[in-house]
């Protein structure tokens, strides 16, 4: 079992819809969240960053995470053809990444259709 | 921002490869990860303060250099064909604050 599951997808929803992406972890030390998203040819770009359980909204973007089910997910709302891209979930035991990194999910390839 | 050069390199199996990070100003961190295509990054080592303080599943023909100049190398040496990825560096402020990335160089061995 990885320690950090995400769906690859693709995942293809029609423009203005209310997207939600997921992972899943095992490792019980993770306690800093982070989503970032990938364009393609570029690299990853920061979207949220939270610590511990509990919501983080910022403009269209909600982030929530279940440390008790190790469950976190990203919410999109009124979603745009921009938003299309893969979204990464990445976490860590210590804030920056600390000594053993950032673990990240495969991505999940979204879609947006005009 | 966080500046990555070359953006595209080709080499063959074998051979020697370093690859350049310019860190954001202020930061005293620097990570590097590898993509493979169609995974997430894999976490390779963190410099700070120019001494190496965590690696991840890597051999030791992957090697690292923190500048004082907010500048870094990863040198990977006897290329084989699975190290062809993008190659990701990240800095951060050591002490609470996230990684931010580059675009990476996409590196191809033949």
């Known amino acids: 079992q990885k320690e950090v599951e995400q769906d690859p997808g693709p995942l293809s929803v029609p423009e203005g819809a209310i997207v939600s992406l997921n992972c899943t972890y095992s490792n019980s030390a993770f306690q800093y969240f982070m989503w970032y998203r990938q364009y393609s040819r570029k690299g990853p770009e920061l979207l949220m960053y939270t610590y511990s359980s509990g919501n983080k909204e910022d403009g269209r973007f909600t982030a929530q995470v279940d440390k008790s089910s190790k469950y976190i997910s990203l919410f999109i709302r009124d979603s745009q053809p921009s938003d299309s891209a893969t979204y990464l979930c990445?976490?860590?035991?210590?804030?920056?990444?600390?000594?053993?990194?950032?673990?990240f999910g495969k991505g999940t390839h979204l879609i947006i259709q005009p | 921002g966080v500046t990555q050069s070359p953006t595209h390199l080709i080499k063959t199996r074998g051979q020697q490869v370093t690859l350049r990070c310019s860190s954001q100003?202020?930061?005293?961190?620097v990570s590097w990860y590898q993509q493979a295509l169609g995974q997430g990054p894999q976490f390779i080592f963190q410099?700070?303060?120019?001494?190496?303080?965590g690696r991840g599943n890597f051999p030791p023909r992957f090697s690292g250099l923190q500048f004082p100049n907010d500048s870094s190398e990863l040198n990977v040496n006897a290329l084989e064909l699975d190290d062809s990825a993008l190659y990701l560096c990240?800095?951060?402020?050591?002490?609470?604050?996230?990684?931010?990335f580059g675009d990476g160089t996409r590196l191809s061995i033949l």
């Open positions: 100003s202020g930061h005293n961190t």
């Open positions: 990240a800095s951060s402020f050591q002490g609470g604050q996230p990684q931010h």
């Open positions: 990445a976490m860590s035991a210590s804030s920056g990444g600390g000594a053993d990194g950032l673990t």
């Open positions: 410099y700070y303060r120019e001494e190496e303080n």
